[in-house]
């Protein structure tokens, strides 16, 4: 399956250097073009004035012709974020970019639209992709110009109850939590955070499900936490 709507963050340290952070994905809604990943994830940059997405990563930090950087300025979160509540979505709209070029440069940008509706069948397999850290990590050891492939786990919608929830590292309380069950127990790591949840059909085609938020730990087994796709298509459509 080609993956190449899935992308590192990263930015630049005060010393100069380049970072990466996170995960994220590029999407199409109304032929404009938009990465997408965690408001959490976001608030965790020191330098937020250099942001920026590398698709196609390789499996080293120094490419021969080096990397090829979206920069990432202009964003939004979900309008009904407030003080205390959050869905955990931050959007990036991109200026400047053709959706030709990225094409040209072999980068499919996921197509949204509002049609996508929630799954509500817990028998569906589902997968979630995302660039952990300590996975990328080992990848960028080979010192290759191959691809880097994402970190790929099967997943399942489950209805958690959790009366007392903690969330560890958000500044407010996720609003509509999500649950997908892991049925082996692999989580997919931090650094996760802004990857994809989607399923596909015969044809394998990529349908997105929703955006990675987080990872969580019950007495019923493990889970990743996640935030509906609707709510991606909302943060893009009122506010950006």
């Known amino acids: 399956m080609n993956y190449s709507f899935l992308v590192l963050l990263g930015c630049k340290t005060s010393t100069g250097q380049a970072e990466t952070f996170g995960t994220g994905f590029i999407v ?12 959490h994830v976001y608030h965790e940059v ?32 979900h309008i009904d974020d407030n003080s205390t509540l959050t869905y955990d979505i931050i959007v990036f709209k991109l200026v400047d970019i053709d959706k030709n070029a990225l094409l040209s440069n072999g980068i499919k940008p996921i197509e949204l639209s509002s049609n996508y509706k929630s799954l509500n069948d817990n028998s569906i397999k589902l997968y979630s992709i995302g660039f952990p850290v300590d996975y990328t990590e080992k990848y960028l050891a080979n010192n290759t110009e191959a691809n880097l492939p994402p970190k790929k786990i099967e997943v399942y919608l489950q209805d958690v109850q959790i009366n007392s929830q903690t969330q560890v590292g958000f500044t407010e309380k996720l609003a509509e939590p999500q649950f997908l069950r892991i049925p082996d127990g692999n989580f997919l790591g931090k650094g996760a955070s802004g990857g994809l949840v989607y399923s596909t059909d015969e044809s394998n085609t990529t349908y997105p499900v ?30 950006c």
Not at 28 to 39: M, T
Not at 48 to 77: R, V
Not at 211 to 238: D, M, N, Q
Request: a positive charge.
């Open 28 to 39: 199409d809604y109304n032929k404009q073009l938009y990465v997408v990943s965690c408001k």
């Open 46 to 77: 020191k330098n937020k004035d250099c942001i920026f997405a590398i698709p196609n990563p390789k499996q080293t930090l120094s490419p021969k012709n080096g990397y090829s950087i979206i920069p990432l300025s202009s964003h939004c979160f």
């Open 210 to 239: 929703g955006l990675i938020v987080g990872e969580a730990e019950v007495e019923s087994g493990k889970y990743l936490v996640f935030a509906r796709i609707e709510r991606v298509i909302e943060t893009i459509s009122k506010v």
